[in-house]
């Protein structure tokens, strides 16, 4: 009887995980009109629990979804040592998903330039995208999607404030960096935590991410770790975080190129984003862009207890 009762729960719990990342995939792919018909998308497959959600969301969207466009997932062996290059063929042919892996040895030359010691992502991420990008061309790709989550977005957010001096972070719609293609990110709106979670469940076959070696000192880590440490202290701080990106007021930054301060006169019409220094704050009881809506914590349960032993959603 307890027995049934948690499958129901847990499968409860599944399924409204399920929904709830195609429910988010379908709302940001709208909101920045990131897939149209005819597209053919190439989809960067790492190996990764982000990128196999991506394709698997992606091609349930594209059985039902009323547009009609291409998915094809590329996934770049850059022959770093350890390396399961068999397992992602084996998968795809198994989903019967067309696919292209292209072979190219950036590992080597990451390890020639860069000294013993020091953080390799930066090199490795341009020579990457330089393979990707002429590969997209090859294929006629008109869209290159991305496995980055919102998470990404907020910890390079807070990378260029605090390392950079900039207010940027991850944008959900590009042109790439050769002006000759769009790039999308469809998993905007997505928590890394469902995502792990998503992964799990389904069992996909992940490859480790640390086959280039331990790089403990990367300031990524460093933020997502203080991100972490505030989710866990402030429940809703990242949701609120995030609805601000959404959420920019120009003439309350200090951008001159951005904003035409010089050029404010007084105009006579009242305001609400006027000044309100001398007011005193009002701010809501609960976090902005918090949705308790979206708890999965039976489903958590379930994960971290490892009652997820395989099968698939």
């Not at 992502?121 to 997209?136: D, I, M, Q, T």
């Amino acid at each position: 009887m307890i027995t049934d009762t948690f499958s129901r729960k847990f499968e409860y719990s599944t399924n409204k995980l399920r929904k709830r990342l195609r429910r988010l995939v379908g709302t940001a792919i709208a909101d920045f009109n990131m897939i149209e018909s005819g597209d053919r998308i190439m989809v960067c497959l790492s190996g990764g629990k982000d990128s196999y959600a991506l394709l698997d969301i992606l091609r349930n969207l594209q059985a039902h979804a009323p547009l009609d466009f291409e998915l094809i997932a590329v996934n770049l062996d850059q022959k770093q040592p350890g390396f399961p290059e068999h397992v992602l063929p084996g998968y795809l042919s198994e989903i019967n998903m067309p696919f292209r892996i292209v072979e190219q040895d950036t590992y080597s030359v990451v390890k020639r330039v860069i000294a013993e010691g020091k953080t390799t992502c930066s090199l490795c991420s341009r020579l990457r995208r330089g393979v990707l990008y002429r590969v997209a061309t090859e294929l006629g790709a008109t869209k290159i999607a991305l496995g980055h989550h919102r998470d990404d977005i907020l910890e390079t957010f807070f990378l260029n404030m605090f390392y950079g001096g900039k207010l940027k972070a991850m944008p959900p719609k590009l042109v790439s960096d050769d002006g000759c293609h769009v790039v999308i990110r469809p998993l905007a709106y997505c928590k890394e935590k469902d995502l792990a979670a998503y992964a799990q469940l389904v069992q996909f076959p992940i490859i480790p991410c640390n086959l280039c070696g331990s790089q403990t000192n990367l300031q990524r880590q460093v933020i997502k770790e203080m991100m972490q440490q505030w989710n866990k202290k402030y429940p809703g701080r990242l949701e609120t975080m995030f609805t601000a990106l959404q959420n920019i007021q120009l003439s309350h930054l200090v951008d001159t190129s951005r904003y035409d301060f010089v050029g404010i006169k007084p105009h006579g019409i009242a305001t609400e984003e006027g000044d309100k220094a001398f007011d005193e704050e009002s701010l809501p009881a609960s976090p902005v862009g918090m949705n308790h809506d979206d708890d999965a914590s039976e489903l958590d349960e379930a994960c971290n207890t490892g009652a997820v032993q395989g099968g698939t959603i």
